[in-house]
């Protein structure tokens, strides 16, 4: 499949242009040729991930942290150029989708989540620069849960306004554990990496599914 076409594919699911996002959501690293066989999925642009979709025979890597943020990579040095030569060593094209891929119904983070922890009657919840990523639902105990995927420790109380009994996201920083706590808002910190693994993972499936490609994800966890 010719790249413009699975990379407008992906855009219309996650309707990317509806997002005001400090990432560059799309191709952020292209490649010499334009036909992909076989798609790589991970979390992070890091350089293990990159180095796991080469290894695996993918020209195309679709991740949820880019390498492109704001502006752009102002200065290619360091780790930034690591990941950047290890693509273009292995003509590996790389593709990142932040917001999109936390908000999306079919296929992101948060409503994955949901899925994940049954929750019902889930709704979006959580504003984020007016971009609306989260959710809340019920659990089988008819407790309100709300969820946040990645850093989203700030939303602790706006969960509490919204009547939540725990509220799940990835981590959060100790002055939002504080905030947290001084409000009665329980929160559980279940892992940045954890959480964002289920976007990537639906949207690998999906991708599968609609376009007949050959998929794989590839663990970039960083483990120190």
């Avoid at 979709?53 to 290619?76: F, K, N």
């Avoid at 119904?105 to 994940?116: D, I, P, Q, V």
Wanted: hydrophobic share 45%; glycine share 12%; charged share 20%.
């Amino acid at each position: 499949m010719k790249i413009d076409h699975l990379l407008a594919w992906i855009d219309r699911l996650l309707a990317v242009g509806a997002f005001d996002d400090v990432s560059n959501n799309g191709l952020q690293i292209a490649r010499t040729g334009d036909d992909v066989k076989k798609v790589a999925f991970a979390v992070d642009a890091s350089l293990a991930s990159v180095r796991a979709a080469a290894a695996a025979g993918a020209e195309l890597l679709v991740v949820h942290h880019g390498v492109s943020w704001g502006g752009g990579i102002r200065r290619l040095t360091g780790g930034a150029y690591r990941v950047v030569k290890a693509a273009m060593d292995a003509n590996l094209a790389v593709a990142g989708y932040h917001l999109p891929l936390d908000a999306n119904k079919r296929c992101g983070n948060n409503w994955e989540l949901a899925r994940y922890l049954k929750l019902t009657r889930v709704t979006s919840a959580f504003s984020y620069h007016g971009n609306v990523i989260g959710v809340t639902g019920f659990n089988a105990h008819g407790k309100k849960i709300g969820v946040c995927s990645g850093g989203a420790g700030e939303f602790a109380e706006e969960a509490r306004r919204l009547g939540c009994d725990v509220y799940v996201t990835g981590e959060a920083n100790w002055g939002e554990k504080i905030a947290a706590a001084n409000i009665g808002q329980p929160m559980v910190c279940a892992g940045h990496y954890a959480t964002e693994t289920f976007g990537v993972k639906a949207l690998m499936r999906e991708l599968k599914k609609s376009l007949k490609l050959s998929t794989v994800f590839v663990d970039g966890d960083v483990r120190i």
